[in-house]
């Protein structure tokens, strides 16, 4: 058996914290694991674990920058499109663009947002990649904004959207990733309801979201997303391991 982690944050841990982390991750069948950049800082660190360790996949991107600074409380002090061209020169190092999107709930200078993300469709468009895209309260306008740009390559993790948002996206042919706290979370387990099997990916978001109330999350865990999508769609769990290994080839080799 073998699990894939479509998202996850590596770059919140520290070295030692690091090495356990992958090591976990091993001995749990983890084949894969896509490591998220969301700015300068946090593109480079994911760019030397997916060096480092095996199993890593780097996806490098722009998160919403106001919301960044709310939610970091930092101060982005980077250029965009300085930053656009370092992605395009690690286009060879990198499985996809992201996490990019918008965020009206910690951000809201939207014009910045939105041109942001437009910019960064555009270059994953250019690059022939897949983005992973970010969708907080701002989730009509992102499947919009997507639609308008005519992505194919589409991978929406932790969508929160009402059902006919979720309607409108698999019918668009995105992927939805579903995240360890499925495991509790009834909107996430109405997604996987309302989504095909041929669509549907598993993430962690690590080290958020854990289906363990007591414990950080991390990719080790991500069996758990297999489980219950199992358990909602009446399969069994290596069917679903199967469509998933499938759906991840589909979009992002």
Same mark, same amino acid.
């Given at each position: 058996?073998?699990?894939?982690?479509?998202?996850?944050?590596?770059?919140?841990?520290?070295?030692? &914290?690091?090495?356990?982390?992958?090591?976990?991750?091993?001995?749990?069948?983890?084949? +894969?694991?896509?490591?998220?950049?969301?700015?300068?800082?946090?593109?480079?660190?994911?760019?030397?674990? *997916?060096?480092?360790? !095996?199993?890593?996949?780097?996806?490098?991107?722009?998160?919403?920058?106001?919301?960044?600074?709310? %939610?970091?409380?930092?101060?982005?002090?980077?250029?965009? !499109?300085?930053?656009?061209?370092?992605?395009?020169?690690?286009?060879?190092?990198?499985?996809?663009?992201?996490?990019?999107?918008?965020?009206?709930?910690?951000?809201?200078?939207?014009?910045?947002?939105?041109?942001?993300?437009?910019?960064?469709?555009?270059?994953?468009?250019?690059?022939?990649?897949?983005?992973?895209?970010?969708?907080?309260?701002? &989730?009509? %306008?992102?499947?919009?904004?997507?639609?308008?740009? &005519?992505?194919?390559?589409?991978?929406?993790?932790?969508?929160?959207?009402?059902? *006919?948002?979720?309607?409108?996206?698999?019918?668009?042919?995105?992927?939805?990733?579903?995240? +360890?706290?499925?495991?509790?979370?009834?909107?996430?387990?109405?997604?996987?309801?309302?989504?095909?099997?041929?669509?549907?990916?598993?993430?962690?978001?690590?080290?958020?979201?854990?289906?363990?109330?007591?414990?950080?999350?991390?990719?080790?865990?991500?069996?758990?997303?297999?489980?219950?999508?199992?358990?909602?769609?009446?399969?069994?769990? !290596?069917?679903?391991?199967?469509?998933?290994?499938?759906?991840?080839?589909?979009?992002?080799?």
């Amino acid at each position: 058996m073998s699990f894939i982690d479509v998202h996850a944050h590596l770059d919140r841990f520290s070295e030692e &914290e690091l090495d356990k982390v992958i090591k976990n991750a091993i001995d749990n069948n983890i084949s +894969t694991i896509i490591a998220s950049g969301i700015d300068p800082n946090s593109n480079r660190k994911v760019l030397e674990i *997916s060096k480092k360790y !095996d199993i890593v996949k780097a996806s490098i991107g722009i998160y919403p920058p106001d919301a960044f600074e709310t %939610e970091t409380n930092t101060k982005n002090n980077y250029d965009t !499109d300085e930053e656009l061209k370092f992605i395009e020169e690690n286009k060879n190092n990198i499985v996809s663009i992201g996490e990019i999107g918008l965020d009206y709930a910690t951000g809201s200078n939207k014009e910045q947002q939105i041109e942001v993300f437009k910019k960064q469709l555009e270059l994953a468009k250019k690059l022939d990649l897949p983005v992973i895209i970010h969708s907080r309260k701002a &989730e009509a %306008e992102v499947l919009e904004i997507l639609e308008k740009h &005519e992505m194919k390559k589409v991978l929406i993790h932790c969508f929160c959207g009402k059902k *006919s948002l979720i309607k409108k996206g698999a019918e668009l042919g995105y992927f939805f990733s579903v995240p +360890t706290n499925v495991v509790r979370a009834q909107n996430f387990q109405e997604l996987v309801k309302m989504v095909n099997i041929n669509q549907l990916l598993t993430e962690t978001d690590t080290p958020y979201l854990s289906p363990f109330k007591d414990k950080q999350n991390e990719p080790a865990f991500v069996v758990e997303s297999v489980k219950k999508i199992a358990e909602i769609k009446g399969f069994e769990v !290596d069917e679903v391991e199967n469509n998933i290994i499938l759906n991840y080839k589909r979009l992002f080799e």
